[in-house]
């Protein structure tokens, strides 16, 4: 069996927006967007690891709500699971505190908007879902070539 270590991704929802983060670095992903969240360390589940990435990377306190159905691999020998999530009352807006430069909330017809790195395409088109009757098209935009 190959060793592979999760990383968690948050479909952070407010109503029927979706958070997309600007990735800052490393240079080949800076740019592009995500959904945020970080690899689960030893000895942790992955609902804490989303809440605690959340709160390390956006400065708020969130609670995962449920994961949304699905794998997708990344780069050997990440995995990626996302967790729909909702921040917790009292908590701060979100503020791109580490690994990003820049935040959306992004309506249903907005979620195509951005460059959404490809690995979490399939994820966050799985993640549109649980936005409602409302959800957009579930197939990205074409992408412009990168210069």
Do not use: C, F, N
């Not at 592979?4 to 800052?24: E, F, M, N, Q, Y």
């Not at 691999?73 to 917790?88: D, E, I, S």
């Not at 505190?97 to 395409?121: G, K, N, Y």
């Amino acid at each position: 069996m190959t060793d592979r270590t999760v990383v968690v991704g948050a479909a952070l929802l407010d109503g029927d927006r979706l958070l997309a983060a600007r990735r800052s670095a490393p240079p080949e992903l800076a740019g592009r967007w995500e959904l945020p969240g970080g690899k689960v360390e030893p000895g942790e589940r992955p609902q804490e690891a989303l809440v605690r990435e959340l709160r390390e990377e956006l400065g708020v306190a969130a609670e995962a709500v449920e994961r949304v159905p699905g794998e997708w691999p990344l780069k050997p020998p990440y995995v990626l699971h996302v967790w729909t999530a909702r921040l917790r009352p009292g908590s701060p807006a979100p503020a791109p505190l580490e690994d990003h430069d820049a935040l959306r909330w992004l309506t249903p017809d907005e979620i195509w908007d951005v460059d959404w790195l490809d690995q979490d395409v399939p994820a966050v088109r799985e993640a549109v879902r649980r936005l409602g009757p409302t959800a957009p098209r579930l197939r990205p935009r074409p992408r412009a070539p990168r210069r």
